[in-house]
């Protein structure tokens, strides 16, 4: 039984999560390979001071990932380090050394992942990137394998744990955004800088990875319309269930006659749908197909355990076609714009809107926000006000029936210039039921 060598460079969260994996679970792998996986080199830049499971026996262990990549006895290479910098030379070194690669690195692979894969294929190697969207769910094989017959028409995702631990939580204990992302951080559920996660940045890399797939099209993040979770307060909740719905950071790639629109943004949703029952740091992706129709793929987004066997999966999918000499040639990255499905300003988009105001109190008010609306001939569904005393900084939430984007934001600029508004108003889609 000739044994598969793999190098990892990168032992934090991901690379220690997947080195455990490879240890503890290395005889059930074994079975079911026919062949062992064997770590044969590690690297990160503390690596001698980090403690390996002994089970993983003797081993290269160094702090610079050439002497990974470049070893005669590594034949796939994990690059766990993350960012677009480091891993990008790890990735090019590697393919330049003819050797398959695994990822998890969603910012690198969404960002020029097509151009990657293009060298990868050429250079006869391949390149496996499950982890990099939505951790322990196997959306990536979904996609690409399993409903791949199918003609997707949309796709909603929670794609992001951090924001979606922030936001249950603000709806289950009514804490402000701030004092949630504090202890979050506290926690080690959020990064010292949060803004990958809650400004939506994280969740547009994986959209991007996402959307390609399942439309076979090219998409970049500047394509996806961006908005992250850091205007939302309690009282939104609030407002939010009394319509029924509750508020989720939503990403979402749908199909309409003109292209396809694409967004991240804090979006009202059923409470009777499937995705407003994800909670805490869970991922969700909800594909919608022509002829399959409903799929939904729940699970936990993030963290090395997960992430682990999104890894160590792909390094024995990528072994196998090493040991059967047929390198997958299926290419998860669309390389042109096909037409059908090409991304369309989020402008376009028609959809009822929640808009929450917070304003100085005074006679009048609903008068002039409904005779702005009705200049951009929008038509109110609903007022929505409940009690407050703090007459200097009241909430209150107008719904509006379905518009175009365009013509919400026209109003809001509008309204903006309005003397008794507190800040300006916040708009939110809200999603049909899916
Ligand atoms: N964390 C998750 O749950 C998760 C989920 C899905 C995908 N991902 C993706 O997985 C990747 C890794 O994330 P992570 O959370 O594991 O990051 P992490 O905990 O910060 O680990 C990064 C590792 O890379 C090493 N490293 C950094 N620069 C290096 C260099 N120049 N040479 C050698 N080693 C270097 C670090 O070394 P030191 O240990 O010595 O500092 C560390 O071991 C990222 O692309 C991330 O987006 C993470």
């Not at 701030?178 to 994280?202: M, T």
């Not at 409940?386 to 109003?411: G, K, M």
């Amino acid at each position: 039984m000739q044994q598969v060598n793999v190098g990892i460079v990168g032992l934090g969260n991901v690379g220690m999560g997947a080195l455990t994996i490879l240890a503890e679970n290395a005889e059930q792998i074994a079975l079911k390979l026919g062949f062992r996986l064997k770590v044969t080199a590690v690297c990160s830049r503390s690596a001698q001071s980090k403690t390996l499971p002994a089970s993983l026996g003797p081993l290269l262990k160094t702090n610079d990932w050439r002497e990974v990549v470049c070893h005669p006895e590594v034949d796939i290479v994990a690059e766990l380090v993350g960012g677009t910098v480091v891993a990008k030379e790890i990735i090019d070194r590697a393919i330049t050394e003819k050797k398959s690669v695994v990822t998890a690195n969603k910012e690198l692979m969404a960002l020029c992942g097509c151009e990657i894969w293009d060298r990868a294929i050429g250079a006869g190697i391949n390149l496996a990137m499950e982890a990099s969207v939505c951790g322990g769910i196997p959306i990536h094989a979904v996609l690409r394998e399993g409903i791949s017959g199918d003609r997707v028409t949309a796709l909603f995702g929670i794609l992001n744990g951090t924001s979606n631990y922030i936001l249950t939580e603000i709806e289950r204990r009514g804490g402000s955004f701030e004092a949630i992302l504090n202890e979050a951080q506290k926690l080690g559920y959020a990064e010292a800088d949060p803004s990958a996660d809650v400004d939506g940045l994280d969740a547009r890399s994986k959209l991007a990875i996402l959307a390609a797939l399942a439309f076979g099209e090219k998409i970049t993040p500047s394509d996806i319309y961006t908005e992250g979770i850091r205007r939302i307060m309690p009282v939104d909740f609030q407002y939010a269930h009394q319509l029924g719905h509750t508020i989720r950071l939503i990403g979402a790639a749908r199909q309409t006659p003109a292209g396809l629109i694409l967004s991240v943004r804090p979006s009202l949703i059923p409470k009777t749908t499937i995705l407003a029952g994800v909670q805490g740091a869970y991922n969700a992706v909800w594909v919608r197909g022509l002829y399959g129709e409903d799929t939904f793929y729940y699970g936990r987004g993030a963290g090395p355990s997960p992430t682990g066997v999104a890894v160590v999966s792909d390094l024995m999918r990528v072994a196998r076609e090493i040991r059967s000499g047929s390198p997958e040639r299926v290419s998860p990255f669309a390389h042109e714009r096909l037409g059908e499905y090409q991304p369309i300003p989020i402008t376009l988009q028609r959809s009822g809107y929640y808009l929450r105001f917070r304003v100085e109190d005074r006679p009048g008010i609903i008068a002039r926000l409904a005779t702005v609306l009705a200049g951009k001939q929008i038509s109110i569904e609903a007022v929505l006000q409940i009690q407050s005393e703090n007459w200097r900084d009241l909430p209150f939430v107008i719904t509006v029936e379905p518009t175009t984007e365009a013509a919400i934001r026209e109003a809001i600029v509008e309204m903006s210039s309005h003397d008794y508004l507190v800040e300006p108003p916040l708009a939110m889609p809200m999603e049909k039921p899916l």
